[in-house]
């Protein structure tokens, strides 16, 4: 079976809410996304999940000089941003994009599908 990447995307610049509208839009939307990460591991496709702080928290590391340059904040300039993601092992292609559609329905989200290399 292939690892993939579903990396939901969020705007941004988020309100206290996140991208929801309201504080019970974005409960329900983590509890639906609870739901989704417990489907997730009763199939068996589950490998790891994790939701990401503000691309504020960042800090970039550029080690490929003699002496590594840290700096605060993200790496780009973007309208949009990788919020949270999951990694799944599926047999194929089509079986990430439904597990994706459902992500996404339960986020309230998109979700960008990208398989692992196979290198690592």
Known sequence: MTHYL?????PAE????????????MEAAFAATGAFNDQLRADGYWVFAGGLQSASTATVVDGQGETPLMTDGPYLETKE?????????????DVALRLAAAGSKACRGKVEVRPFDGLA
């Open 14 to 25: 988020m309100d206290e809410f996140g991208n929801y509208g309201s504080k019970e839009e």
């Open 6 to 10: 579903l990396a939901v995307h969020a």
């Open 81 to 93: 941003l990788i919020a949270g993601f999951w990694v799944i092992e599926a047999p194929d292609l």
